[in-house]
């Protein structure tokens, strides 16, 4: 198999590496598998990564980084926070629903040896939980940064929950909507706690 120069090749493996996960899966990103999509020596790969772990995390990197630049394009800003959620919620379940495996590689795959994840990476997580903290921002005083934080985790953690559900048809199990609905009926109500304490 004729060798690429190394000049280029780690672009080249990100996104053939990106295209077999987005059809087949992380688990079939396979080293052999790469090399031969990306039609260089499978030594080649590991002399640019470490190992897959470090190719996955890449990906998933790249992954969260267009899932909230999606998000902030959908925001309403200036609106209603139920408004401006319910445009993040909608724009954020269309992603999933377009990229189920890469949005399955960024929730599931953990790297083998239990090493930190990139700065890089936090950074792109903590931006998709900045876009639901300036929704809700309206409902919180200055001095209840921690509570705005944890409402923000707990909104997504239950449309990440949902998502989940539908994506491995197992939604119809436990209601009988939509996802769509079911989120609007969660950030509703979420929402109306909210203001019953304010």
């Not at 809700?136 to 940064?145: N, Q, R, S, T, V």
Request: charge should be negative.
């Amino acid at each position: 198999m004729p060798r690429k120069a190394r000049a280029g090749l780690r672009d080249d493996l990100i996104v053939t590496a990106e295209n077999i996960v987005r059809e087949q899966g992380f688990v079939a990103l396979t080293a052999r598998t790469l090399a031969n999509e990306a039609k260089c020596a499978i030594g080649s790969i590991y002399n640019v990564f470490g190992d897959l772990d470090d190719l996955i995390i890449e990906i998933n990197m790249r992954t969260m980084a267009r899932l909230v630049s999606d998000l902030g394009g959908v925001r309403k800003a200036g609106t209603a926070p139920e408004d401006q959620l319910m445009a993040l919620a909608f724009g954020y379940i269309r992603f999933i629903m377009s990229e189920q495996n890469l949005w399955s590689a960024l929730m599931q795959h953990h790297p083998t040896d239990g090493r930190e994840l990139p700065a890089q990476y936090l950074s792109e997580m903590d931006g998709l939980f900045a876009e639901i903290e300036a929704s809700i921002a309206p409902l919180f005083k200055e001095h209840d940064h921690e509570e705005h934080m944890r409402a923000a985790r707990i909104l997504w953690s239950n449309l990440h929950g949902l998502c989940s559900l539908a994506i491995s048809d197992k939604l119809d199990l436990v209601a009988g909507d939509n996802v769509e609905t079911l989120a609007e009926d969660m950030i509703f109500t979420y929402l109306a706690g909210i203001n019953a304490t304010r």
